[in-house]
């Protein structure tokens, strides 16, 4: 019984071109030209042909082991450091931590076919994925600036939930900015965009979605200028705010907030860090080790960021505060977050008493009342008048599961 013979296409092109040298249906330089080989190689497989017939045109190293397998030790170790450390990593970025960690540099196909084969990795067909119009990328960097918050589970369950804000570059994926916060407040982007501006300077549009910080969500409102806190500020420096629509319309920063909640968790977990102040330490290297990885170059390289001069340097730390306008009473004394201030000013009462201030509550929390632009001194004179239980929109849960646990622990029967 005749031995089934199996070939790749290659292989049987090859057989074929020898069949018509052997033939004489096709010169030696013909069929050189065509398996792309030396005239004496065709010579040699001729002859090889003539004597073993088409088996003898098969690769000598078939069922056998490759030159560059890796060792058996290799693997092992590898297999045994992804169960321990990087069990939930998928293979590109487990083959990038056992390089980084442990000095193991192996392909991420490579490390895809150990996991699949320990059974660490499941192979899964991804769906088929929703059509959305694409958006060409902006061409200078700092034209579009890219902003959102990721409320997540970032320290798994070594530490409370907290929201991690983004701010990424539409035309080259750089991120400029990382920093974990408890909730998405007008005060933390503050401090987040300032950081931006110092670091960068002004870009010169920002892209956001709806949130309370960017957009005056009350159609209604019959108060003030139609622009938040945030906006207020963004105007000052003649930053232009953009509204997306959808969450696909920004999807720069979406896809980054999907990697960075793979990458960045796992990150966190390996390190041990639990909580927002060593995570933001920890941020600043990571950032810039993910641009390297991930930014794009831009298609022009002239950057739109407005450097600031120094005299906006130093006017930020009043320009990114919450202010709100008060009236000081006869009594030289302002109402303000449930407090009470008394205005010293000793000889000045005609001239301040009834006059407009504005009460400014910076980053740092610190309170200062301007009148003129000159700021007065004060003293707090009553605090905490009472208590209003004002929460955004991302904290009520949290509010209320803290509640319910509090009255499982009063009632539950001991």
Known sequence: MQEELRMSAQEL?????????????????????????????????????????????????????????????????????????????????????????????????????????????????????????????????????????????????????????????????????????????????????????????????????????????????????????????????????IYAQSAQAKGRVERANRTLQDRLLKALRFHKISDIDAGNIFLENFRKKFNTQFAKHAKSKVSLHRLLSDDEIKALDKLLSIQTQRVISKSMQIRHNSNIFNIIAPGQVRRLSRAKVTVCENISGKITIYHNNQSLPYEVYKQGLH?????????VNKYLDKINNLEKTLWEPA
């Open 13 to 241: 092109s090859k057989v074929s071109v020898i069949q018509s040298v052997n033939a004489r249906n096709l010169t030696q330089v013909a069929a050189a030209k065509i398996l792309g080989l030396s005239e004496r190689q065709i010579h040699r497989l001729k002859k090889t042909y003539q004597r073993y017939g088409a088996p003898g045109l098969l690769s000598k190293k078939r069922g056998k082991p490759s030159n560059r397998l890796y060792p058996s030790e290799l693997r092992a170790k590898a297999i045994s450091l992804i169960r321990e450390h990087f069990y939930d990593y998928g293979p590109t970025l487990a083959a990038e931590a056992l390089e980084e960690h442990y000095n193991i540099n192996i392909s991420k196909e490579t490390a895809r076919q150990w996991m699949i084969g320990a059974k660490i990795w499941r192979p899964f067909t991804k769906p088929e994925p929703k059509l959305h119009p694409s958006r060409e990328r902006r061409a200078c960097f700092g034209e579009l600036l890219q902003v959102d918050g990721s409320d997540h589970a970032w320290f798994e369950e070594r530490g409370d939930k907290c929201t991690l804000l983004v701010f990424i570059d539409d035309a080259t994926s750089y991120i400029t900015e990382l920093q974990f916060v408890k909730s998405e407040t007008t005060l933390d982007y503050f401090s987040a965009l300032k950081n931006q501006l110092e670091r960068y300077g002004a870009p010169v549009s920002i892209y956001s979605d709806m949130h309370g910080v960017f957009k005056v969500n009350h159609p209604e409102a019959k108060s003030g200028n139609g622009l938040t806190q945030f906006g207020r500020a963004l105007k000052t420096l003649n930053v232009k705010i």
């Open 387 to 395: 208590v209003d239980q004002t929460l955004n929109r991302k904290d």
